[in-house]
């Protein structure tokens, strides 16, 4: 008996890691194994691609080798998923190669398409990839005042890190004694500062507090590099002098080449998490269209319900474990400063005032992240 997780990010490494616990006896008799197909064999802290893009971090500290995070039991291989095919119950790869299994879980996160956007990839700076970070940070260490543009598309992964990037950024012009010659200008594409109006009644009253400007309604819709000017579907110009987007995302292109969902978003049961229609077919983290907010601890808690429901059905049980929505996000407002979010589907987040000892909580987090994969603390 095969279970298959494509995808080895925190959701994917999580769940092999408490599969191999959980289902324990069955592995060391040789009944079931685990597997984790992985497009690389390292893995990646996302959430540090922001502290590299401003100059908190390095590259090194970004990465483990994937192999070195799995339990031993697990077996690991490195492929990247081309196309599913659930009806015969095989995954293939770029090798070529074709995998077979009995339960499957997707857990292939997001990407960043800028592309869609007309000049968005070739005038706007991001820090969603390392490569994208590492250029951002250049253009700050550079940047010595005028206007600075934070634009957000969506859907996008990380739901606080719009509002992250502008707090960060106001705290690092402050701190660089800058500050009097920027205009720091956040943009959103709806009527308010966040999607979830408990944050962005929040956020309203902080950039008050901070001198922050916003625009709303603002879905942008194109960006002219000759004349630094972005564009928006509602009509609103404004000029920049350092761009910075959130480009809209899509889910894994084996996805949408599959037929498993519109924009690589897998159609999946709000508390089950299996995909609509499929009972041997279990989605994860960014990858479902779920109606909550694409972050780590959303993959974190939906693999706690997967594994459970998994290892039931490995021994003949049925699913006895359902996802309420949670999510928990840290939001950084300054290098020494941060606040959360805590929410599921049936409560709304409140938001407190900023501390150091939330930010302090925060760098906890931080530094446990390689030992949390593994299941500790």
């Known amino acids: 008996m095969r279970i298959m997780i494509v995808g080895a990010g925190i959701g994917g490494t999580i769940l092999a890691n408490r599969l191999a616990r959980l289902l324990a006896p069955e592995l060391q008799r040789g009944e079931v194994d685990v597997v984790v197909l992985s497009a690389s064999p390292r893995h990646l802290y996302q959430p540090g691609l922001l502290h590299l893009a401003l100059g908190q971090t390095t590259v090194d500290a970004l990465y483990r080798d994937q192999r070195t995070l799995l339990d031993p039991r697990i077996a690991l291989l ?3 998923v081309v196309a599913f095919a659930p009806d015969s119950k095989q995954v293939r790869g770029a090798s070529g190669n074709a995998y077979s ?3 499957l879980v997707i857990a292939t996160g997001s990407r960043v398409t800028p592309e869609e956007v007309p000049g968005l990839a070739e005038n706007a700076h991001g820090f969603y ?3 994208a970070a590492l250029r951002l940070a250049q253009a700050l260490q550079a940047f010595d005042g005028g206007r600075v543009v934070v634009t957000t598309g969506v859907p996008h992964k990380c739901p606080m890190a719009p509002l992250e990037l502008t707090f960060l950024l106001q705290d690092l012009f402050v701190r660089r004694g800058i500050a009097p010659r920027v205009d720091l200008l ?3 594409p709806i009527g308010r500062l966040h999607s979830i109006e408990a944050v962005a009644e929040w956020a309203r009253i ?10 709303t309604y603002f879905n942008i819709a194109s960006v002219d590099g000759a004349t630094r000017t972005v564009h928006s579907e509602e009509g609103l110009s404004v000029d920049y002098d350092l761009l910075i987007a959130i480009p809209p995302h899509r889910g894994a292109e084996a996805i949408e080449r599959s037929g498993l969902g519109p924009r690589g978003w897998v159609p999946t049961h709000r508390r089950l998490l299996s995909m609509q229609g499929r009972d041997d077919v279990f989605v994860l983290g960014d990858t479902t269209n779920l109606p909550v907010s694409k972050a780590g601890s959303t993959a974190r808690f939906q693999a706690e319900v997967i594994a459970a429901n998994l290892a039931s059905r490995v021994r003949g049980g049925g699913d006895t474990h359902g996802y309420d929505g949670k999510v928990l996000c840290f939001i950084e407002t300054s290098r020494d400063r941060a606040t959360y979010a805590a929410f599921n589907y049936a409560e709304p987040p409140r938001p407190h005032a900023p501390s150091r000892a939330m930010h302090m909580a925060k760098t906890f987090y931080h530094r446990l992240y390689w030992s949390s994969l593994r299941g500790f603390p």
């Open 206 to 215: 902080e950039f008050a507090r901070r001198g922050v400007r916003s625009a």
């Open 101 to 103: 299994y009995d339960w």
């Open 78 to 80: 490195i492929d990247e």
């Open 129 to 131: 990839t390392e490569a």
């Open 186 to 188: 956040y943009t959103y």
